[in-house]
Antibody, heavy 121, light 110 residues
Framework: EVQLVESGGGLVQPGGSLRLSCAAS????????MNWVRQAPGKGLEWVSY????????YYADSVKGRFTISRDNAKNSLYLQMNSLRAEDTAVYYC??????????????WGQGTLVTVSS | QSVLTQPPSASGTPGQRVTISCSGS????????VNWYQQLPGTAPKLLIY???QRPSGVPDRFSGSKSGTSASLAISGLQSEDEADYYC???????????FGTGTKVTVL
């Protein structure tokens, strides 16, 4: 059974840092691209970042570029999101999501349960 | 700011058919396939439809998707109480180089 379990969320002051983790199991983690998606309270979904299976290709949403860093450790079946210079508008539930493909088209076929990040003084 | 536009709400009685629209542009829906996600209250999103009209294993055939030009739609036939959820369309945007989600539609079963 595919499982994605996020951790590391919590309350942090504006300007602070936090590192999220996503532990994967039930599939060959090193074969899949991964993403982070967030959802502010009462709002819609926002894609945050992508990392290729090897970690060699990375993309970010403009809203987090230069502040967030995505990474992965295929030996540990883990995905990470280092978040620096946090702002109030980064407050959200953060989901990790596995990416699957249908030819050259992509979609997120499994999602974690999410971890809440609250940025407030 | 979402670039895919959905109606904020839709509703129907049990057994009815409900349709949700998703409007985009040539750089997203017009160029790429559309996926739909269902988010039940208090839970993580779940893949409902991929590649415009494909259902993952386990998704009831009451759910169907279609795409035409720069718009897409999700239909729920034989609406059931457990279908009360938020529904999001999504697609890759070639101009923005990001994966974009729709604004979301809350479906209520009356």
């Amino acid at each position: 059974e595919v499982q994605l379990v996020e951790s590391g969320g919590g309350l942090v002051q504006p300007g602070g840092s936090l590192r999220l983790s996503c532990a994967a199991s039930g599939f060959t983690f090193s074969s899949y691209e991964m993403n982070w998606v967030r959802q502010a309270p009462g709002k819609g979904l926002e894609w945050v970042s992508y990392i290729s299976s090897s970690g060699s290709t990375i993309y970010y949403a403009d809203s987090v570029k230069g502040r967030f860093t995505i990474s992965r450790d295929n030996a540990k079946n883990s995905l990470y999101l280092q978040m620096n210079s946090l702002r109030a508008e980064d407050t959200a539930v953060y989901y990790c999501a596995r990416e699957a493909s249908d030819g050259d088209q992509y979609y997120f076929d499994y999602w974690g349960q999410g971890t809440l990040v609250t940025v407030s003084s | 700011q979402s670039v895919l536009t959905q109606p904020p709400s839709a509703s129907g009685t049990p057994g009815q058919r409900v349709t949700i629209s998703c409007s985009g542009s040539s750089s997203n829906i017009g160029s790429n396939t559309v996926n739909w996600y269902q988010q039940l209250p208090g839970t993580a999103p779940k893949l409902l439809i991929y590649s415009n009209n494909q259902r993952p294993s386990g998704v009831p055939d009451r759910f169907s998707g279609s795409k035409s030009g720069t718009s897409a739609s999700l239909a729920i036939s034989g609406l059931q109480s457990e279908d009360e959820a938020d529904y999001y369309c999504a697609a890759w945007d070639d101009s923005l180089n990001v994966y974009v989600f729709g604004t979301g539609t809350k479906v209520t079963v009356l």
